[in-house]
């Protein structure tokens, strides 16, 4: 009881189980591959100057910051708008869209680039309906092309910047734009001037996420582009099949990790919306460096201002434009791209019912050989089973310490808790080849590669800062005066915790669990690099992409598209009956 008392005054000391599975299986690592990078003990840039050296290495490297920044700016041009009609729909249907973008953001990767490979094939739904058309003669090798890479990643990556972006408008306050619109604003003027600056900190953050993921993104590439479009990400992880020559992996992870460092370091993860509030009045009060243009600008301001003025008079009291055609144009736009999102998870699953030898769409025949291949192949089957122990220790592990972690910074000072929880969160902000070259060397130096001990901790390392991020967002909206309520009544720390703070906490830490799950259900990078002898099913469902096009994948696919579903009737209905808990609690005190 003295211990958990200590505990209580310390609240850091809940943090040291998660730092301590992170050092050791990421942190220590990623020390000495930067050492091995700089030639330790003689510390030389010779490893750097070798890649450098190489033109193909240079080519590789100036296309991987290409194809990201490509990627995101097209994700940003389709998230914005996509996320601010979103937002401006009604209660109902703004809850509905969400679940639909949620439940591609939810379904296992490997799934989703199945699915593109289906459609985008040379014997796949658009060259086969294109000759059922008549259009073409001979299939047109859209596959393994800088357009199949470009369609895969923007279809993976836009719902990471589609949801940042509504989490930070859900936040502005409406009557800003209803203020400026009420001061003659017109509905343009009023957006670029007070809704677009408001929401630059959701912007920058999707960007960030965006851009990283993209740096280190292996699978879709590697399944969809082609040898012209391989990424420095590709080239890494050839390196350690192959050829293990650690100074040249170092060096080339860390030149990746170092364009994530400098990027996240010039934009930051701020989303507080403090630098997006405070870029307004600078940029008026900023001196001119022509003062008589500004002047100049002045006096036709000033001509201009009884014609603002009669408009402004004119237009107050005017019926407001319901904006029809902007409205329709809004909704096809809203439709389009959830028809982008969920449509080639529609075409894998009526392909996996398939009746015939080969996968069809539209299936000649309806049958369930495909599922029963799944469930009488051990192949297929006992992968499943090992991927499902795996998960559901790493759950268990992630959500015990992770929200240790997360309660324990809920309690310390801002500033201290802001380092740790950037600290926590490296394994899911670094790009992913990175993470998985940092862990392979801890596993190696621990003996655990091709075990599922060393399995477990390599994704517990990622799924940790999910259950951190999850239940910190949970603890944010906990009032305290409860824990001292319970305290001042002789309840200890863990009473405290156990009758107080967990059941109030209960559905965020249900959630960090299943993502926990999901993170490790569908672990592809980390699980082929430490995996050894244990195969998953996700580097099961890998192989047959890649090797033999088995049918028998469209309907594990189809399964894994489900489980999301499944994740978001269980987070609702942990929500309901928490808030149902909360509503019989007055009469009950």
Not at 277 to 298: E, H, M, N, V
Request: charged share 10%; net charge positive; aromatic share 10%.
């Amino acid at each position: 009881m003295r211990t958990l008392q200590k505990l209580g005054r310390m609240p850091i000391a809940l943090t040291v189980p998660a730092f301590a599975i992170l050092l050791v299986a990421f942190g220590v690592p990623v020390i000495q591959l930067l050492l091995t990078s700089l030639n330790a003990p003689a510390f030389s840039v010779v490893n750097y100057h070798a890649f450098f050296e190489r033109p193909a290495n240079v080519r590789v490297l100036f296309q991987t910051i290409e194809i990201s920044v490509v990627a995101t700016a097209i994700c940003l041009v389709i998230g914005y708008p996509t996320a601010y009609l979103i937002v401006a729909a009604s209660k109902r249907l703004r809850t509905v869209l969400l679940v639909l973008v949620f439940i591609p953001y939810l379904t296992s990767l490997l799934a989703r680039t199945y699915a593109w490979i289906v459609i985008l094939g040379d014997r796949g739904l658009i060259n086969n309906l294109l000759l059922d058309l008549g259009l073409i003669s001979t299939s047109v090798p859209i596959i393994y092309s800088g357009v199949a890479l470009y369609i895969g990643m923007v279809h993976i990556m836009l719902p990471i910047m589609i949801l940042p972006l509504i989490s930070v408008m859900l936040g502005i306050d409406n009557s800003l734009i209803a203020a400026a619109r009420s001061m003659g604003a017109r509905p343009l003027a009023a957006f670029w001037r007070v809704f677009l600056p408001l929401t630059l900190p959701g912007i920058r953050s999707g960007v960030l996420l965006v851009f990283v993921i993209c740096l280190g993104f292996y699978i879709t590439p590697q399944a969809l582009g082609g040898l012209r479009d391989a990424l420095l990400s590709t080239v890494i992880a050839a390196q350690v099949q192959s050829a293990l020559n650690l100074e040249s992996i170092a060096a080339s992870a860390f030149i990746l990790l170092g364009i994530a460092a400098v990027v996240l370091s010039i934009f930051g993860l701020d989303i507080s919306g403090k630098q997006g509030l405070a870029a307004q009045p600078t940029r008026g009060s900023r001196p001119s460096r022509l003062p008589c243009l500004g002047k100049l600008a002045q006096h036709i301001k000033e001509l201009f201002a009884p014609y603002r003025s009669k408009r402004w008079i004119a237009e107050l009291y005017q019926p407001a434009n319901d904006g029809g055609w902007w409205q329709i144009v809004g909704a096809a736009f809203v439709t389009v791209v959830m028809f982008f999102l969920l449509f080639p998870g529609l075409v894998v699953m009526i392909m996996s019912f398939g009746a015939g030898t080969a996968l069809e769409f539209p299936p000649s025949g309806l049958s369930l050989q495909w599922y029963r291949s799944f469930f009488s192949n051990p192949s297929w089957s006992g992968t499943a089973w090992t991927s499902i122990q795996i998960g559901v220790a790493v759950a268990i592990l992630s959500t015990f310490v992770g929200t240790l972690a997360a309660y324990g910074l809920s309690n310390t000072v801002p500033r201290l808790r802001g380092l740790l929880t950037m600290v926590i969160l490296t394994p899911i902000t670094f790009p992913a080849i990175v993470v998985g070259v940092a862990t392979y060397l801890g596993l190696v130096k621990l003996g655990l590669i091709g075990t599922k001990t060393g399995l477990i901790l390599a994704h517990s390392i990622g799924s940790i800062a999910f259950v951190v991020v999850i239940v910190s967002a949970t603890l944010a909206n906990f009032d305290r005066r409860l824990e001292q309520a319970a305290q001042s009544m002789t309840a200890g720390p863990l009473q405290t915790f156990m009758k107080v703070t967990l059941p109030l906490i209960r559905p965020g830490v249900i959630g960090g669990a299943l993502f926990a799950f999901i993170h490790s259900f569908d672990e592809v990078v980390l699980s082929s690099l430490v995996g050894g002898a244990v195969r998953t099913l996700p580097l099961r469902m890998w192989e047959s992409m890649r090797n033999e096009l088995d049918p028998t994948i469209a309907a594990v696919a189809s399964l894994l598209m489900l489980l999301p579903v499944l994740w978001l009737v269980a987070l609702y209905v942990t929500w309901w009956r928490s808030r149902s808990t909360a509503k019989q609690a007055p009469p009950n005190t």
